[in-house]
């Protein structure tokens, strides 16, 4: 199983950025699936994971300014994120649960200016 994730970028504090992650091979079924980011010097943090069912789970530091949704037929899930501060600048890493392994994907930048 691949993980292709896209859609970071640069964008000025306030401003608003649409992560994507679609996963792709043999697929059996994917269980969790959720997004960590990992600033410089920092370890990787939870940002936000949703099960196959739609129940969420936010770190603190975004609830209320982040959204993640998926489609399961699809094997996609994203990360809306709003009201996006200079804090929030990190590498931004999409995972996946299998049924034997867990998945992560590349890893897209996200920088957000002050």
């Known amino acids: 199983v691949q993980l292709q994730a896209s859609g970071g970028g640069l964008v000025q504090a306030g401003g608003s950025l649409r992560l994507s992650c679609a996963a792709s091979?043999?697929?059996?079924?994917?269980?969790?699936m959720g997004w960590y980011r990992q600033a410089p010097g920092k370890q990787r943090e939870l940002v936000a994971t949703i099960t196959s069912g739609g129940l969420t789970n936010y770190a603190d530091s975004v609830k209320n300014r982040f959204t993640i949704s998926r489609d399961n037929a699809k094997n996609t899930v994203w990360l809306q994120m709003n009201s996006l501060k200079p804090e929030d600048t990190a590498v931004y890493y999409c995972n996946a649960d299998g049924q034997t392994f867990t998945y992560w994907g590349q890893g897209t930048q996200v920088t957000v200016s002050s």
């Open positions: 091979g043999t697929i059996v079924r994917l269980n969790a």
